[in-house]
């Protein structure tokens, strides 16, 4: 049974940080692609960043890019996405998620290509 668990939200001011983890159990992610996402309420959800296991490969959103740095502990089963620099337009509940197949490295941020969610943790920036 594939379970993610996300943990590290909390509340902070602008400009602080945070780090979120993902314990990974129950999925082989080596060779695939784990991704963060978000959705504030009345907001879609969004892809974060992402990270192809095998290399490290990192990918990110416009919006997070310079900000957010995604990264995975292999030894561990542990995904992170340590986030700097917060705006109160960082605030969302975030998760981790992970793919059934393969994913084309143009579509590591699109949610519908992946089946596997955590149960979320929320960040909230005030201004």
């Known amino acids: 049974q594939v379970q993610l668990v996300e943990s590290g939200g909390g509340s902070v001011q602008s400009g602080g940080s945070l780090r979120l983890s993902c314990a990974v159990s129950?999925?082989?992610?080596?060779?695939?692609?784990m991704g963060w996402f978000r959705q504030a309420p009345g907001k879609e959800r969004e892809g974060v960043a992402a990270?192809?296991?095998?290399?490290?490969?990192?990918y990110y959103a416009d919006s997070v890019a310079g900000r957010f740095t995604i990264s995975q502990d292999n030894a561990k089963s542990t995904l992170y996405l340590q986030m700097n620099s917060l705006k109160p337009e960082d605030t969302a509940m975030y998760y981790c998620?992970?793919?059934?197949?393969?994913?084309?490295?143009?579509?590591?941020?699109?949610?519908?290509?992946?089946?596997?969610w955590g149960q979320g943790t929320q960040v909230t920036v005030s201004s």
């Open positions: 998620a992970a793919p059934t197949g393969w994913v084309p490295s143009y579509r590591v941020l699109v949610s519908s290509e992946y089946k596997y």
């Open positions: 129950g999925y082989t992610a080596r060779g695939n692609y």
């Open positions: 990270i192809y296991t095998g290399d490290g490969r990192s």
